[in-house]
């Protein structure tokens, strides 16, 4: 990321501009989906407890949802629609901890991670849904509540903003277990909802995998496995480095990091998750190649 930093530091900005590449790309969609014989893709009416509308009664509406006040005032039949929670409440589950605040390209990957998540936050607000935001590594997590619309996503950049300037003020201490976190995550939405992770999974502590397999029974968990290129590509041999608390020691590289991170990604699959990598270098405008994967579709 260019601009505020150079890389340590989140852009609000540039995480506001990104709306811009989100809702372009998701209009091409819309129109080539336009292009082909049958309805074009709208937003998805549901079964969900919030009420999204209360319209008049058409042929093969569900009688049960029939609004009685509005019926009876307005001389015709009318029905509530429901907001399908399933597909319209997202929550954006940031990583910042300490393992996450470095990076030998562009950025930290800490800072690509809040790229990722803005994205994917930009494209639920685009689509109609409702985005939350979970981010941890600061002294306390912040956790900011299901809002829709452009206002509720300058919030959550704003919630990044701010955790992530904790977590780099932050003095150095061991990092809590990520399962935690996700069980928050997943407590804090309604059932059927998306849980989107954005993290390198470094140190995610013990009970992580069961935090995983125990998320996926509940909501939609997709998982963005953040990785620096350094990682990927070291050569094979030592390498010196010193912790934060001062202490030095030889990191043994003896296979290439990639593997292993394909090998984690097909075990988070093997959990119920959705993972796909994501290579730090990459500018956000080209991560959404990736986030459509992540997604499923082709965005």
């Known amino acids: 990321m260019i601009g505020e930093g150079a890389g340590t530091a989140i852009d609000i900005k540039a995480l506001l501009g990104l709306r811009h590449v989100v809702h372009n790309l998701q209009s091409?969609?819309?129109h080539r989906t336009a292009a082909l014989p049958g309805p074009i893709v709208t937003k998805r009416r549901g079964r969900g407890m919030e009420v999204d509308e209360v319209r008049a009664w058409t042929h093969g509406d569900d009688v049960r949802?029939?609004?009685?006040?509005?019926?009876?005032?307005?001389g015709r039949p009318?029905?509530?629609t429901f907001r399908d929670e399933r597909e319209q409440t997202t929550l954006l589950l940031a990583d910042f901890r300490a393992s996450m605040l470095f990076g030998t390209r562009r950025a930290f990957r800490s800072v690509v991670a809040a790229e990722i998540l803005a994205l994917a936050g930009w494209r639920a607000a685009v689509l109609g849904g409702r985005v939350a935001l979970l981010a941890i590594g600061g002294s306390e997590p912040l956790l900011l509540k299901p809002a829709a619309g452009d206002r509720a996503m300058t919030r959550i950049i704003g919630g990044l903003h701010?955790?992530?300037?904790?977590?780099?003020?932050a003095p150095f201490m061991a990092e809590a277990p990520l399962a935690e976190a996700l069980e928050m995550a997943a407590r804090a939405l309604p059932r059927g909802g998306t849980i989107v992770l954005a993290s390198g999974l470094d140190s995610a502590g013990i009970g992580f995998d069961d935090a995983v397999r125990a998320a996926t029974h509940r909501v939609d968990l997709r998982i963005a496995l953040v990785s620096d290129a350094f990682e990927r590509t070291a050569p094979r041999g030592a390498y010196p480095f010193i912790t934060p608390e001062g202490k030095r020691?030889?990191?043994?590289v003896t296979h290439p990091r990639a593997e292993a991170g394909?090998?984690?990604?097909?075990?988070?699959?093997?959990l119920g998750a959705h993972a796909v990598r994501f290579d730090a270098e990459?500018?956000?405008e080209r991560q959404m190649a990736m986030l459509g994967r992540l997604h499923g579709d082709d965005a």
Not at 65 to 74: K, V
Not at 162 to 169: S, T
Not at 262 to 270: F, G, K, P, Q, S
């Open 65 to 74: 949802h029939i609004d009685r006040n509005t019926t009876a005032r307005t």
């Open 28 to 30: 091409a969609r819309v």
């Open 78 to 80: 009318h029905v509530r």
């Open 282 to 284: 990459l500018m956000p």
């Open 249 to 252: 020691g030889l990191h043994i």
């Open 262 to 270: 394909e090998a984690r990604i097909a075990a988070l699959r093997r």
């Open 162 to 169: 701010r955790a992530h300037g904790e977590a780099i003020a």
